[in-house]
T-cell receptor
Framework: DTGVSQDPRHKITKRGQNVTFRCDPISEHNRLYWYRQTLGQGPEFLTY????????KSRLLSDRFSAERPKGSFSTLEIQRTEQGDSAMYLC?????????????FGAGSRLTVL | TQLLEQSPQFLSIQEGENLTVYCNSSSVFSSLQWYRQEPGEGPVLLVT?????EVKKLKRLTFQFGDARKDSSLHITAAQPGDTGLYLC?????????????FGTGTRLKVLA
């Protein structure tokens, strides 16, 4: 399977703990995106990378959130000192420009529950 | 600030009815995509529209991109229970060379048998 992989699919943690999510994009895609989604809402943009460079970060990405893509391949999203409000689905996508359109392919997401 | 507004937010209809979902923005998009998302899964791409005024059909789904590339619509003919899901529009904004990609607020559709 050459799709976008996310790990873990589900994470339950206690408030105050740190969590890390991993995303493995489609290998030939050079852009990688992270989103947060709460139930019934559209995904909210967090950040994106072009190769290893983090080009834009949302204000939603507070000091407790950090994303890396050290070698321009897989990426990690770490949340430190988790809060109950961090409970959400965290989606990763990678993209390729096809006929002038930036087309994203999504992973299945990592669902975080903070108790 | 949500730059892409979708309406309606929720829609519950009977099987066989037609419906239209709207996606509106004050920003110009170089391209726009529509996705459908099932619970617990990531969004799945339905269509990409690039040219202002473009119309694309995918079986019972018709997608239109506004002439000014600021809005789009999704029309479903004779809806079926399998069409139930969260419909999302999305697109790339920003200056040339940047690829920030944002989503609409979403339309949750339920088709009753």
């Amino acid at each position: 399977d050459t799709g976008v992989s996310q790990d873990p699919r589900h994470k339950i943690t206690k408030r105050g703990q740190n969590v890390t999510f991993r995303c493995d994009p489609i290998s030939e895609h050079n852009r990688l995106y992270w989103y947060r989604q709460t139930l019934g809402q559209g995904p909210e943009f967090l950040t994106y990378f072009q190769n290893e460079a983090q080009l834009e970060k949302s204000r939603l990405l507070s000091d407790r959130f950090s994303a890396e893509r050290p070698k321009g391949s897989f990426s990690t999203l770490e949340i430190q000192r988790t809060e109950q409000g961090d409970s959400a689905m965290y989606l990763c996508a990678s993209s390729l420009v096809i006929s002038g359109a930036n087309v994203l392919t999504f992973g299945a997401g990592s669902r975080l529950t903070v108790l | 600030t949500q730059l892409l507004e979708q309406s309606p937010q929720f829609l519950s209809i009977q099987e066989g009815e037609n419906l239209t979902v709207y996606c509106n923005s004050s920003s110009v998009f170089s391209s726009l995509q529509w996705y459908r998302q099932e619970p617990g899964e990531g969004p799945v791409l339905l269509v990409t529209v690039v040219t202002g005024g473009e119309v694309k059909k995918l079986k019972r789904l018709t997608f239109q991109f506004g002439d000014a590339r600021k809005d789009s619509s999704l029309h479903i003919t004779a809806a079926q229970p399998g069409d139930t899901g969260l419909y999302l529009c999305a697109g790339t904004i920003g200056a040339s060379g940047t690829y920030k990609y944002i989503f609409g607020t979403g339309t949750r559709l339920k088709v009753l048998a």
